[in-house]
């Protein structure tokens, strides 16, 4: 999975506010999938910056983070971004999102 959104660049920081939207009890954390990230420590739901994108085919994740959506195209993009990552979790070159758009279903 690749993860982003933290201010600091720490893997850490957030944007010093949460929010709290409960998972649906059936999401699966499957390729493509968006959800936002929390610490161990947190509730359900909780979110503040940081999010996540699922590149295996099943994440095994328990429904404990707030669904975004699913990457409908652009999946390719997902991938070169996962080539980036090295063993310790860091990207070997700094990955920018220019654009995203979001449609309702």
């Given at each position: ?41 947190e ?44 063993a ?18």
């Amino acid at each position: 999975m690749i993860q982003g959104g933290d201010p600091t660049q720490t893997g850490t920081g957030g944007p010093g506010y949460f929010v709290d939207e409960p998972p649906p009890q059936d999401l699966d954390y499957t390729r493509g999938v968006v959800a936002m990230a929390k610490s161990p420590v947190e509730p359900p739901g909780r979110s503040g910056s940081q999010f996540f994108v699922v590149t295996a085919a099943d994440a095994g994740l328990t429904p404990d983070y707030a669904l975004v959506g699913k990457v409908t195209s652009g999946l390719e993009v997902v991938r070169r971004i996962e080539q980036l990552g090295t063993a310790g979790g860091q990207p070997t070159a700094p990955v920018v999102i220019q654009r995203t758009r979001l449609e309702l279903g």
